[in-house]
């Protein structure tokens, strides 16, 4: 016999009772080691803001399952984030404080990656509602998209740190249907394409030092109501979604003048229903290979995938996923996972993306604040000395 049977046997333990027992607690080793090996945390965050006055955070595990952390009390309506290991960079869309107008603000997590610390705060001025932000280091500037205002607001910035409102653009109306309605800026190159949902027109301007200027006009088709754009990698295309028609739009760009021209456009869901449907977001894979955009409407939210040809200058659907939710305002893609931000769901549903395909399938789904508008991937930094100080 062995010395844990005769062990038993002297304390009266029952060879049964002693074969249950060992047998439970293999049992429960058997799931640690399950779990650690299939659940492990990746050292990935995700940071999930709104039209609330809560931020929350997740850590992300190796399997793509999400664990609530810290929730941040943070000033109301922050609708856009950028967020860079240690430091976010927010706006504020508070509609009832639009004769006040918005504010673009910085702030640190602690050393442990935990609480915030406002670093600075700029007032973008009475009227300037803003909707998106966009932090460009590389030219010391960030820029707010002002749904409110119709205006495009360029901050100078030094390191991480906000320092003015530099110049503020009206843009104008002259021919449009609609009251500009600036929703989002991206860069390429020396040019900042504003992408305005109002006036069916991508603004260009350029980003020489010291001087920015607009320089183009794109005019879209009436209607069309573009919302957000993204570029392609390698090839000289752009991908807009139109928030009216429900559409993404390829278009080609002219590198040396940063003109662009709508050469194709596809529809984005075919769900059935009464209800309307909204284009939200678009977003290139990191390969170049596909296309990612989501559309929004009661009847069922919906994020379409495609194959990208660039040589052909075309997009085919290779997908249409019926989303849990039916809100799907925002979503960020890093590796293979993509987390979906559902706004009227109050949830993050996360999908899992095939490398090869493109193709995508369902994960697990997450409560959230009310009026998520975005959710973003934050890196952890290893060395909490390279943590970037408020000072």
């Known amino acids: 016999r062995s010395k844990v049977e005769k062990c038993a046997i002297d304390c009266g333990i029952t060879s049964n009772y002693l074969t249950m027992t060992l047998t439970y607690l293999i049992w429960v080793v058997c799931l640690i080691g399950q779990g650690s090996s299939q659940s492990a945390p990746t050292g990935e965050k995700i940071v999930v803001s709104g039209w609330n006055n809560v931020t929350a955070t997740f850590s992300v595990h190796s399997n793509g399952e999400l664990m609530r952390g810290e929730d941040l009390d943070v000033e ?26 918005g504010s673009v603000s910085r702030w640190v997590f602690g050393a442990e990656g935990n609480g915030l610390t ?9 009227g300037n509602t803003p909707t998106h932000l966009l932090v460009d280091k590389e030219h010391g500037l960030a820029f707010t998209a002002n749904i409110g205002g119709g205006s495009w607001s360029v901050i100078r910035m030094e390191g991480d740190h906000l320092v003015e409102v530099q110049e503020t653009f009206l843009l104008d109306t002259a021919g ?35 001087n920015i200027e607009m320089v183009q006009r794109n005019q879209l088709n009436n209607g069309t109501g573009p919302r957000h754009m993204s570029f392609h990698p390698q090839a000289n295309l752009a991908f807009i979604v139109a928030e009216h028609l429900n559409i993404v739009q390829i278009a080609r760009i002219n590198p040396d003048e940063g003109s662009l021209t709508v050469i194709n456009q596809v529809d984005l869901s075919s769900v059935e229903g009464s209800n309307p449907k909204y284009g939200a977001e678009v977003l290139v894979g990191d390969t170049g290979e596909f296309l990612y955009v ?23 659907k290779v997908q249409e996923f019926q989303l849990n939710g039916t809100w799907p305002r925002h979503f960020a893609v890093q590796g293979d996972l993509m987390m979906v ?14 490398q090869v395909t493109g193709l995508l ?21 290893s060395d909490p000395s390279t943590t970037t100080t408020g000072d």
Request: glycine letters at 10%; hydrophobic letters at 35%.
């Open 176 to 210: 449009c249907n609609e009251a500009s309605k600036p929703h989002q800026t991206v860069v390429s190159g020396n040019f900042a394409f504003v992408v305005d949902l109002g006036c069916d027109v991508v603004w260009t301007f350029t980003l020489g030092p010291g």
């Open 76 to 101: 109301q309506g922050w609708s856009w984030l950028e967020v860079e290991d240690s430091t976010i960079w927010a706006i504020t869309e508070d509609w009832s404080m639009s004769d006040v107008g």
């Open 118 to 126: 406002m670093a600075e705060k700029l007032e973008l001025g009475p």
């Open 341 to 354: 931000a559902d706004q009227k769901g109050a949830s993050v549903q996360v999908l899992h993306i095939d």
């Open 294 to 316: 989501s559309s929004r409407s009661d009847d069922g939210g919906v994020l379409a995938v495609f194959s990208i040809d660039e040589d052909q200058e075309k997009i085919s």
């Open 361 to 381: 399938t369902a994960g697990e789904i997450y409560e959230t604040p009310e009026n998520p508008t975005f959710v973003g991937f934050k890196t952890q930094q």
